[in-house]
């Protein structure tokens, strides 16, 4: 809580400092401006002084002087105001930063003690004197301090309340407009029919979807406003949940979900208090209980399509028993730090990974729904690539649940902080040879930027032939030549990014290109007369796809044209790839 306090605090006056900022350039300007029509009239003033004018004229010169004094002056007083202001707030920012540094410390500090005993053993504590009072107390504490920073966020987020009620309530719409097509909708492929009983429940699905949401925009949130989304979405997540898993597993699902909410009023509870250490207790032994009865009464057999799934589920039923025995000793001996970061760390991973799956899932069922609407197969690309396209989608989806589902883990036991500055440490570190200087990170975003530059110009080049150019009314050959040069561009334009991010000199890169020119000359020639033969074939359109050709000895009609070879498809249906320099320089029979 403190520390969401304090990073609140220090954006609050980030913000102070930047607008002071943007109002000392505002004065800076406003008296340039009257320093120079000041200029104006003190010349003004000597030519009236050197012609004899009038003295009535001659007085408001000095008059309108004398006011541009006064407007000088009170503007610089108020940039002297401003520039004072700054420097206070640039004085607190550090205090606040360094705050915010002893407050990371201290966690550090306590997260470091897990192995450290820090609690009378279970026994003393219950066969000792219960002090009521003190249990009493801690609650009122404990509510009283949640209360207040609740209304604080209500009053600083008020605004966006509103607009967060309007996107649920867009979604929700789009949701039950997609259950009213899907009633017509008949499919035997699997997908289809998870995604129709994800939309058998359009509330639910749109509220997780919600709340996934709402925990990003809402990052900053105190932990009152995360344990209680948790407790909400648990309701939405069994309804989903309901539809998608076999009958032998909803107990269990439904004892999760208990346990779930005491762990939510767990967290709530203030740290080192016995209201925490008792929770812990109850949570260990219905959650320890719980899975031997899982496993015991065989409750995964059968529950699942595939037997992989199955062995999984139960290894992994294993694993977390293991580590609730574990815990529960702790909390037993008197290691309560480490019995909680444990417990902590699995439930809440274990919850928030459900969580995340169940969400994707209901994402993926309203994407796999849209894309067979009549709107979406008005897009060509739909009607022609539907498989594709959710193949695709499909392995986006996978790749942010794996990313959030391994920082989730290591937020939930604490270590995410120290895996991060690890991170960071490791990719910023450089070695220098001579004058040039190299990293992990420079490594990293070379490789990055041109994977995302090849995807990105795949992704144009798959939109542009199947949606946007076949809806031109060009000459034949023109679609693929632009389609062909606007991938390259943007190949070429991600290669540069990836020079200029990797930190090698421009000017060096000129040199070492000039010197592999030689080589280049010598042994890649024939790469080179292709890669010319294919910017003619481009540009010049001698042949374009689509025509019947004849190479030599080999006929066919052509299927591709390529910057380095095309692919000519035979009349026996043999694809061969032809290089673009014998199109070129061999004789062709269109």
Known sequence: EFQQKWNFQKEVISDWSDELTS???????????LQENKDIWLRTDTLARKEKANRNIRNKIRDILSEFNKAEKVTVDEINNSLTLQTKLSEEIVDVDLTIKKIENLLLAKNSEIFVRNAPHILESLTGKADTAGISNQVKDIWNSYTRTTEEFYKENKGSFISTLIYFLLLLSFILLLKFFSKNLKSDDPKVIKALKILKAPVSASILISILVLAIIYSDAPEIFYSLMRIIIVFPLLIVLNNLISKSLRLPLYLFALLLILQQFKLTSASDTEIERILLLVINVIALGGLIWVLVSARFDGAFTKQSQENKAKVLTKLIIGLLIITLLANILGYVMLSLTLVNGTINSVFAIIIVLTAALALEGVIIVFLRTKLATSLNVVKNYPEKLERVLGKIIKLIIFAWSAVIILKNFGIREIVYSWVEETVNKEWIIGSFSISIGHILLFFVSIWLSVTIARFVRFIL???????????????????????????????????????????????????????????????????????????????QIGDAV????????????????SVIKTWEGAEVIVPNGNLISNKLIN
Not at 23 to 33: A, I, V
Not at 517 to 523: A, E, H, K, L, T
């Open 23 to 33: 109002k000392t350039e505002k004065l800076t300007e406003q008296k340039q401006t």
């Open 465 to 543: 032939e199947g949606d946007v150019l076949p809806r031109l009314n060009l000459a034949r050959g023109v679609p693929g030549a632009i389609s062909t040069i606007s991938s390259y561009l943007i190949v070429a334009f991600g290669i540069v990014v990836a020079i200029m991010g990797a930190g090698i000199d421009l000017n060096s890169f000129a040199l070492l290109a000039g010197a592999l020119g030689v080589g280049i000359g010598f042994g890649l020639q024939d790469i080179v007369r292709n890669f010319i033969s294919g910017l003619i074939l481009i540009f010049e359109r001698p042949i």
């Open 550 to 565: 004849q190479v030599d000895e080999l006929s066919g009609r052509v299927l591709k044209i390529g910057i380095r070879s």
